[in-house]
Structures are given as structure tokens and as C-alpha cells.
């Protein structure tokens, strides 16, 4: 994967204020995100990393004097250009994937009235059906509309895209995998996206910096959390991860640095020097210090250093692989640097490319491994390519998620400092989990309605019929078919459900042909479709995990349809498993082939019989040449 903005990355620190808005709401770049949703799947664990220890989780979790709340991170950050997370807003709870950026300060979603908003993942949110919405009247605190009656927000980033809209305060939810019951919350309702925020899959972001629209301010300013949140991204070719607003007992072994928020508006970190295989370069520690300092934003992708930084970094690593063939990028639209040879295997590529020391002001260190500075060659097998740029000319030092993948990041506002310890973060996720724990809540939740909905509501449950047990192991799944409510928002329009199966084949992604529709019964502007999935041609049954996997996003409502489809509801489903055939059965082909050659060499041994036969028969009708010929009658003329 290229990175799409080296030289932009020198801009990501404009900051806007002739647009109204404050300091610390500048956003910075991230990757144009393809639509490809990701999962969490099992690692590639490196050596160095350990395991994350049940009895700590526990102990961190009931020391803490404040409820957190623990959220899960989906997609991927190469592929998709992000990490996001699932968020409810408003009474009955609507639900949103949005993108965990720490250089926001304001979290924003999609409203059903916006003028120009993208298709994303889920459908937009409708003030009109949350009894608990209040749009942010006009006051001297905000920036007010032209009517002067609302609280407005624009934001504009550095790759020229930007979000804009009304400020309201809803009900906002963490699932149900989240001690903190939901709280009431400003939040953006946009009216009109550009640039890649009109294009990406996700519906929005969630705003993790510092400033008063801030997620983790606004939860901090009423006490329900500790000034303190935590983010884990997952490894190379994994995806997924784990997110905690509020405090957690930090690790014995985790490494802290100090940051200083006045420094600028951006989470900053001490950085003095880099070691390369145990080598300290020769760079002046100043060289950190520029402009903005050193800055972590979750919601850049790649990491971005001063030229003198990087070019030692660079001839360093080199010297180190110089057994490796350099070759060109995967776009040659960029000078990307990548080396072929070095294998598939994650947990291999320590024994070929050095290690990487961050040093920190205060004498510790962060090595990071070959998955936290390199990422896939896309074209070529066993290549990799830097994730580390030039800054342009900006002397700002930018470290984007890749530094900081299978690493528990805690942003400990309260004691100004971020610490760092080296894990599996997409087993991170099981020890935060609260023993017996329900599952997370899908966006067909519902609340009970009330006009007066106090902060003390109790986490959002999943609806009854939903799908909430496992299939059993070592089960061959033959079919697996599940009965879909749509909701269609042009009553006048039959929906094409061909398109629709094709729709659901792509989101799920499986052929077309393993997508049949087995009924539909009309309901006004709902349709009851009863679907069925087949295995692929190619194979004879469908594995657990991908059956897992498939009812998860039909259960989670990741499936994303045309606008004009609005909405589907998950109402039942059922696995059937392969049946036990009988010997005759399990050998029907075996024995059709053997009865069918066996018929076709007894014709084809008849037939040369009877050709021979006739041949004999010719060739006996035959008079020798100069024999006796008997005489015949002349015809008449």
C-alpha cells in the first residue's frame, strides 16, 4: 500500500482560525480508505511479544475508582486507512462506525437531512426519531448559523477534505461490553462532507484530542471517567483492537514520556534519539523538537520525520538488510523503498530487519519491531516497503499508528504523560472483558422511550431473536439461510432483489451464485426475505468461522445497501449441517463414472465386432481377377 501524502504530512498542522473554530480542532491526513471491512483474526505472534496476564486484567480493572469503558476497534490501518469503533446516539440508540482519531476534537456523524453526505457504512442519523435530541441553541460560546438560532462546527484537514454542520446533544452509548452507562454529549450533525470524508466507508469520527467538544473531555467534565484513555491497535495483517476511555492500572514494565499540553494542542512526546540494532544514530536531539514537537495522532497512518531524522534512520536500516534486493513500490506514483526476499512470516522478520529504539527525555526506551516501521509490498510476495517518510521541509515529527501497532498506548492526560507496553492487541481485548459480559450491542437496539432520560441509563441490551449463541465444533455447514426485514425509503419503487443478493454477496464477500433468494412477502414499504448461502463451488461446506464470521456482520449490521433500500433487521437465522451420507451415497460419482466408462467400452468393443463382421462378409463377394464371370443379360436399350 503507497502512502498517499508525504508531502502533504507538512501541512497536517494548519490551523483554521478564521473558520471560528478552536486551536486544538485542527484534524491531520489520513489514507484514502478502500472498501474492504476487515477483521480481527488470529496474529502472527512475534517473539518478543507476550501475553497478556488474565489475573493483571482483573486486578487493573477492579482497582480502577471510575468505570471505563471498553470499546472494540475494527478494520485495518494499511488497508483502510483507519481504525474505527461502534458508537449509539440517541433514545432509541442509532449506531455508527466511526474513525479513532486523536488530532480531532469533535465527534461527528452523518445527519438524515444533509445536503452533501457520502454513502458510509450505516445509515444517517435521525434527530427525528430520538426522543432525547437537542440541537445546541445559539449562545456567545459558539459559533452560531445564519439564522442565529443553532450552534454550528466546520472542520477542514490537510488533504483538502472537509466536515461541517449543527451542534447537538444526544444520548451516546458504548455497547454493552462497557461498564460506563450512557451519558449525554455534544455531538456534530453534519450537513455537508468533502473530499475523502464524502468518500470513506466509515459514517464519521470520534474526536479523542483535547478541547471541549473532545469525547474524553466531555466525560471527564462530569466525572464519570478518569482523565485517561487507552488505545491498542492490532499487528500486521490483523486489524482490530481494543479502545478504554478512562484509567486502567498501567503494566509494571510499561513505559512512560512526558507530554507537555502546552506545547502545542497535539498529544506530544519527549523523543531525543533513535538506536538502530543497539546503534545510537548520530542526530542531534533538537531535531525532535520542531515546530510541534513529536506528535502521536492515531488517525495518521504512516510515521513522518525531519529530513535529517529520517535519512539516518534510512541509511542505517539499509546497512542492516544489505542481503535484501531493493525493488520499486507498489505505486509508481511514489518512491516508496521496499526490499523482496524476506518472507511471509510476521514472527520471521525480526531475524532480518534491525530493531528500533524511540529514546525518550527521561533515559527509557520503545523498540519497535519490523511490523511497527515496515508494511506489505501489495505486488510482490515476501517484500516489504518503509512506513517512515521525509516531512517534507516541516520540521514537526509525526508518528502515525503504524509505530504503534500490538502496543497498549495510554494517554494519561491527568499526570501529563503517555505510556507504551508491547502486546498482542488483538488478544489485548479478551482481558478487558468483564467475566460473563454480553456481547455487544447491535443497531437495532432499542431503548425504552422516555422524555426524561436521566445519565444513569443502563447500558443498551440486544434484542430479543437476535443470534447470540455459537455453532457447535466440528460442524460441516451446508447452508446457512436468514430472514431479512428491509425497510425501503421510496414506497413508490419495487426493490430489485437481485441486486439486493448481489449487494449482500459483495458485503459478506462471497460469489454472487452462493446468494439465493428463497422468498418475499411484501409488507408496504418493508420486504420479509428469506435468503439462503451456499457453499462455494469450489468447495463442499462452509467452515465454522466463516459461518461465524458471516452472521457476525449480518448480527453487527455491517452490511451496507443502497440509500434507497434504507435499512435491514436481522430477524432470524438457521445453520443447517451436512448430512451423513450412506456409502452409495458418499461414492455416487465414483460409481456413475465406473458404470458409465464400463457402457462406453462395451458399445465401442460391439461396435468394432460388428464393423469387422461386416468387412468379412464384404470382402467374401469378391471374385478374383481373371476368374470366370458368369454372363449376363444386356439391358434393352
Given at each position: 500500500?503507497?502512502?498517499?501524502?508525504?508531502?502533504?504530512?507538512?501541512?497536517?498542522?494548519i490551523?483554521f482560525?478564521f473558520?471560528?473554530v478552536d486551536?486544538?480542532?485542527v484534524?491531520?491526513?489520513r489514507m484514502?480508505?478502500?472498501?474492504i471491512?476487515?477483521?480481527l483474526?488470529?496474529?502472527?505472534?512475534?517473539?518478543h511479544?507476550?501475553s497478556f496476564?488474565d489475573?493483571?486484567n482483573?486486578r487493573?480493572?477492579q482497582?480502577s475508582?471510575l468505570?471505563?469503558?471498553?470499546m472494540?476497534?475494527?478494520?485495518?490501518?494499511?488497508?483502510?486507512?483507519?481504525?474505527?469503533?461502534?458508537l449509539y446516539?440517541?433514545s432509541p440508540?442509532q449506531?455508527?462506525?466511526?474513525?479513532?482519531?486523536?488530532?480531532?476534537?469533535v465527534t461527528y456523524?452523518p445527519?438524515s437531512?444533509?445536503e452533501?453526505c457520502?454513502k458510509h457504512?450505516?445509515?444517517?442519523f435521525?434527530?427525528?426519531?430520538s426522543?432525547?435530541?437537542?440541537?445546541l441553541?445559539?449562545?456567545?460560546?459558539c459559533?452560531?448559523d445564519?439564522?442565529g438560532?443553532?450552534?454550528?462546527?466546520?472542520?477542514r484537514y490537510?488533504?483538502?477534505s472537509?466536515s461541517?454542520?449543527?451542534?447537538?446533544?444526544?444520548?451516546?452509548?458504548?455497547?454493552?461490553?462497557?461498564?460506563?452507562?450512557?451519558?449525554?454529549?455534544?455531538?456534530?450533525?453534519?450537513?455537508?462532507?468533502?473530499g475523502?470524508?464524502?468518500?470513506?466507508r466509515?459514517d464519521?469520527?470520534?474526536?479523542?484530542g483535547r478541547?471541549r467538544?473532545?469525547?474524553?473531555?466531555?466525560l471527564?467534565?462530569?466525572?464519570?471517567?478518569?482523565?485517561?484513555?487507552?488505545?491498542?491497535?492490532?499487528?500486521?495483517?490483523?486489524g482490530?483492537?481494543?479502545m478504554?476511555?478512562?484509567?486502567?492500572?498501567?503494566p509494571?514494565?510499561?513505559?512512560?514520556?512526558?507530554s507537555?499540553?502546552?506545547r502545542?494542542?497535539?498529544y506530544n512526546?519527549?523523543?531525543?534519539?533513535?538506536?538502530?540494532?543497539?546503534?545510537?544514530l548520530?542526530?542531534?536531539?533538537?531535531?525532535?523538537?520542531?515546530?510541534?514537537?513529536?506528535?502521536l495522532d492515531?488517525?495518521?497512518?504512516y510515521?513522518y520525520?525531519?529530513?535529517?531524522?529520517?535519512?539516518?534512520?534510512?541509511d542505517?536500516i539499509?546497512?542492516?538488510i544489505?542481503v535484501?534486493?531493493?525493488?520499486?513500490g507498489?505505486?509508481?506514483?511514489?518512491n516508496?523503498?521496499?526490499f523482496?526476499?524476506a518472507g511471509?512470516?510476521?514472527s520471521?522478520?525480526s531475524?532480518?530487519?534491525?530493531t528500533?529504539d524511540?529514546v525518550?527525555?527521561n533515559?527509557?526506551s520503545l523498540?519497535?519491531?519490523p511490523e511497527?516501521?515496515?508494511?506489505?509490498?501489495?505486488?510482490?510476495s515476501?517484500a516489504?516497503c518503509?512506513?517512515?517518510?521525509?516531512?517534507g521541509k516541516?520540521?514537526?515529527?509525526?508518528l502515525?499508528?503504524i509505530?504503534?501497532r500490538n502496543?497498549?498506548?495510554t494517554?494519561?492526560r491527568?499526570?501529563?504523560?503517555?505510556?507504551?507496553?508491547?502486546?498482542?492487541?488483538s488478544?489485548l481485548?479478551?482481558?478487558l472483558?468483564?467475566?460473563?459480559?454480553?456481547?455487544?450491542a447491535p443497531?437495532?437496539?432499542?431503548m425504552?422511550?422516555s422524555s426524561n432520560?436521566s445519565q444513569?441509563?443502563?447500558?443498551?441490551?440486544p434484542?430479543?431473536?437476535?443470534?447470540?449463541k455459537h455453532?457447535p465444533?466440528?460442524?460441516?455447514i451446508?447452508?446457512?439461510?436468514?430472514?431479512?426485514?428491509?425497510v425501503v425509503?421510496?414506497?413508490s419503487?419495487?426493490p430489485?432483489l437481485?441486486?439486493?443478493a448481489?449487494?449482500?454477496?459483495?458485503?459478506?464477500e462471497?460469489?454472487n451464485?452462493?446468494?439465493?433468494?428463497?422468498?418475499?412477502?411484501?409488507?408496504?414499504?418493508?420486504?420479509?426475505?428469506k435468503?439462503?448461502?451456499?457453499?462455494?463451488?469450489?468447495t463442499e461446506?462452509?467452515s465454522?468461522?466463516t459461518?461465524?464470521?458471516?452472521l457476525l456482520?449480518?448480527?453487527?449490521?455491517r452490511?451496507?445497501?443502497?440509500?434507497r433500500?434504507?435499512?435491514?433487521?436481522?430477524?432470524?437465522w438457521k445453520?443447517?449441517?451436512q448430512?451423513k451420507?450412506?456409502?452409495?451415497q458418499q461414492h455416487?460419482?465414483?460409481v456413475a463414472?465406473?458404470?458409465?466408462v464400463t457402457?462406453?467400452?462395451g458399445?465401442?468393443?460391439?461396435g468394432?465386432?460388428?464393423v469387422?463382421r461386416r468387412r468379412?462378409?464384404?470382402?467374401?463377394?469378391?471374385?478374383p481377377v481373371?476368374?470366370?464371370?458368369?454372363e449376363?443379360?444386356?439391358?434393352p436399350?
Open positions: 500500500m503507497a502512502h498517499p501524502w508525504p508531502i502533504l504530512a507538512a501541512f497536517v498542522f490551523i482560525d473558520h471560528g486551536s486544538a480542532a484534524d491531520t491526513p484514502r480508505p478502500m472498501i471491512p476487515l477483521h483474526s488470529t496474529p502472527n505472534l512475534s517473539a511479544r507476550r496476564n489475573d493483571f482483573r487493573h480493572l482497582n475508582d468505570p471505563n469503558a471498553r472494540r476497534l475494527y478494520d485495518d490501518l494499511l488497508t483502510n486507512g483507519y481504525y474505527t469503533t461502534r446516539i440517541g440508540p449506531e455508527f462506525a466511526l474513525i479513532v482519531d486523536t488530532g480531532s476534537t456523524v445527519c437531512n444533509c452533501q457520502g457504512q450505516d445509515p444517517r435521525q434527530p427525528e426519531l426522543n432525547t435530541y437537542q440541537a441553541k445559539c449562545n456567545p460560546g459559533n452560531c445564519d439564522d438560532k443553532q450552534c454550528t462546527y466546520e472542520r490537510a488533504e483538502q472537509s461541517s454542520g449543527v451542534l447537538a446533544e444526544d444520548v451516546i452509548s458504548f455497547g454493552n461490553e462497557s461498564q460506563l452507562a450512557p451519558q449525554r454529549a455534544v455531538f456534530g450533525c453534519e450537513n455537508m462532507e468533502t475523502d470524508l464524502y468518500s470513506q466509515a464519521g469520527i470520534i474526536g479523542l478541547g467538544l473532545s469525547i474524553v473531555d466531555q471527564v467534565e462530569k466525572s464519570v471517567i478518569s482523565d485517561s484513555f487507552s488505545l491498542c491497535y492490532g499487528g500486521m495483517d490483523v482490530g483492537g481494543a478504554v476511555l478512562g484509567g486502567i492500572s498501567p509494571s514494565d510499561m513505559v512512560f514520556t512526558h507537555d499540553p502546552y502545542s494542542p497535539y512526546i519527549e523523543l531525543k534519539g533513535l538506536r538502530v540494532a543497539g546503534k545510537p548520530k542526530i542531534n536531539p533538537k531535531v525532535f523538537d520542531g515546530r510541534h514537537g513529536t506528535v492515531s488517525g495518521t497512518t510515521a520525520l525531519p529530513e535529517e531524522a529520517f535519512i539516518a534512520l534510512k542505517s539499509m546497512k542492516e544489505s535484501l534486493r531493493q525493488i520499486h507498489p505505486d509508481p506514483n511514489y516508496d523503498i521496499c523482496s526476499g511471509r512470516v510476521v520471521e522478520l531475524k532480518i530487519f534491525p528500533v524511540m525518550f527525555g533515559g527509557q523498540t519497535l519491531s511497527n516501521y515496515l508494511f506489505r509490498h501489495t505486488k510482490v515476501g516489504y518503509f512506513g517512515i517518510f521525509q516531512n516541516d520540521p514537526t515529527t509525526l502515525g499508528g509505530i504503534v502496543t497498549l498506548v494517554y494519561d491527568e499526570n501529563d504523560k503517555i505510556g507504551f507496553w508491547k502486546t498482542n492487541c488478544e481485548w479478551k482481558g472483558q468483564v467475566p460473563g459480559a454480553p456481547a455487544p443497531n437495532t437496539v432499542h425504552n422511550n432520560r444513569n441509563v443502563p447500558p443498551v441490551q434484542p430479543n431473536g437476535l443470534p447470540t455453532i465444533g466440528e460442524v460441516r451446508a447452508i446457512i439461510t436468514f430472514d431479512m426485514l428491509i425509503n421510496d414506497t419503487t419495487k430489485n437481485t441486486e439486493v448481489d449487494v449482500i454477496a459483495h458485503e459478506l462471497v460469489d451464485l452462493q446468494v439465493q433468494m428463497l422468498n418475499a412477502t411484501p409488507k408496504g414499504n418493508e420486504y420479509q426475505v435468503w439462503a448461502l451456499y457453499p462455494a463451488a469450489s461446506y462452509i465454522n468461522s459461518a461465524m464470521s458471516i456482520r449480518l448480527k453487527e449490521h452490511l451496507q445497501f443502497p440509500e433500500y434504507g435499512n435491514y433487521q436481522l430477524v432470524k445453520v443447517e449441517p448430512r451420507l450412506s456409502w452409495w455416487l460419482v465414483a463414472i465406473g458404470i458409465l457402457v462406453v467400452i458399445l465401442s468393443s460391439l468394432v465386432w460388428l469387422w468379412q462378409q464384404t470382402l467374401g463377394t469378391y471374385e481373371g476368374g470366370i464371370v458368369p449376363q443379360e444386356l439391358q436399350l
